[in-house]
């Protein structure tokens, strides 16, 4: 697997929870280990991007997930489609 930035960590974490999810759904959706889920989650609860259900043990995205995670998807089609721009610029 190639190399991940955080911010793409965070984003496929927040896709996994965006329904709910326990931290074993979690960790093999985002393909990490335990030790990593757990900073990642602390992180994430710390910075209000995500909520944790005590009684059914179960993640939640928040709003202010909700608004990071459309703003990487925004921006990852920005970035893609410099990419193609510039692809089609190469082959003219």
Do not use: P
Not at 22 to 38: D, H, N, R, V
Not at 43 to 58: K, T
Not at 60 to 68: A, M, P, V
């Amino acid at each position: 697997m190639k190399y991940r930035s955080r911010a793409e960590i965070v984003s496929m974490i927040l896709d996994s929870v965006s329904s709910g999810a326990t931290k074993t759904k979690i960790m093999y959706k985002a393909y990490l280990s335990y030790t990593q889920l757990k900073e990642y989650l602390a992180y994430m609860e710390a910075n209000e991007l995500i909520s944790y259900e005590e009684g059914v043990q179960i993640y939640r995205i928040t709003e202010k997930g909700r608004k990071l995670m459309h703003l990487y998807e925004e921006i990852g089609d920005m970035v893609s489609q410099t990419s193609d721009d510039r692809l089609v610029k190469m082959v003219i």
